[in-house]
């Protein structure tokens, strides 16, 4: 039961976010998964044992359990798919039921998961303020045509987009009040995004409530994110079609997410990748 390092959604063969990927007969128990995830203090590690038909995983943050992760998908994805060959893996979530494609391209292990199913709303000027208030924004500095957001897909994510980078470059918050609140509200991560160009985003993703300041690239966020952008039809999304999100860049851990959506509200989202093996 030796944990595999895999960081998911790499840039050119440098940065994504690292992961722990643990493959076993049976799934340990929770403590156990808790404490192999603490241990090894990635955002997330996922577990995975066989079952008829597929695969049962779970997810561990170093400090609680999530209930589905985009990034450690992406490794077990690869993790499978070197393990088991090419192909697509049905996996069993504690709360829903997905699939992740493992797919090896120029010599490079590349996955796509399928999440679950979406959801958004209007974030309520409730969490709104004291959020910006903690980030040291006001509303200003928002972007009028992504209003603030609440974005389900599998796990609930705030979102919030700026007019400009350097904003979102400045990023800092204090951590204990922000972890408070982001457990008020059960929110896994806060998703910051800046529209660089048609279709492309450059994102930050604060995860106060997993124990980690931020994450370097968000999978689990990126499906939420798309969900929330055809419900709004941004950019004429509810025809279908992709977009890319850069993350990690202000972390020296770049990151590319690609992410494809059908056009129909509440659908599940295609998120794909690179990943790098770490050792």
């Not at 090894?40 to 997810?59: H, N």
């Not at 974005?151 to 609930?156: E, K, M, V």
């Amino acid at each position: 039961m030796t944990p595999i390092h895999i960081s998911s959604f790499s840039n050119d063969g440098q940065g994504g976010n690292p992961a722990g990927v643990v493959i076993a007969e049976q799934l340990p128990p929770p403590d156990q998964m808790q404490a192999i995830a603490a241990d090894l203090g990635y955002s997330e590690t996922a577990f995975a044992a066989p079952q008829e038909g597929g695969w049962i995983v779970r997810y561990y943050a170093p400090a609680v359990e999530v209930a589905f992760c985009g990034h450690a998908t992406i490794a077990l994805g690869a993790a499978l798919g070197a393990q088991e060959g090419a192909g697509t893996f049905a996996l069993s979530l504690r709360d829903d039921a997905i699939t992740v494609e493992a797919m090896e391209k120029n010599g490079s292990w590349h996955a796509a998961l399928q999440s679950p199913q979406t959801w958004s709303k209007p974030m309520p000027e409730a969490l709104r303020d004291p959020l910006l208030a903690l980030l040291g924004w006001g509303l200003d500095d928002l972007n009028p045509d992504l209003p603030p957001t609440l974005a389900s897909a599998g796990a609930l994510f705030g979102v919030l987009a700026l007019k400009e980078r350097a904003t979102l470059a400045q990023m800092a918050y204090p951590f204990e009040e922000m972890k408070a609140l982001m457990e008020a509200h059960d929110l896994v991560t806060i998703n910051l995004l800046h529209v660089t160009a048609p279709r492309q985003f450059a994102a930050r993703n604060v995860f106060a409530s997993g124990g980690v300041k931020e994450d370097p690239a968000t999978g689990a966020a990126a499906a939420a994110l798309g969900g929330a952008l055809v419900d709004m039809n941004w950019d004429g999304l509810r025809k279908g079609g992709t977009f890319h999100v850069t993350q990690g860049e202000d972390m020296g851990m770049p990151s590319a997410l690609r992410v494809e959506v059908t056009g129909i509200p509440g659908a599940s989202v295609r998120v794909s990748g690179a990943v790098r093996w770490m050792r």
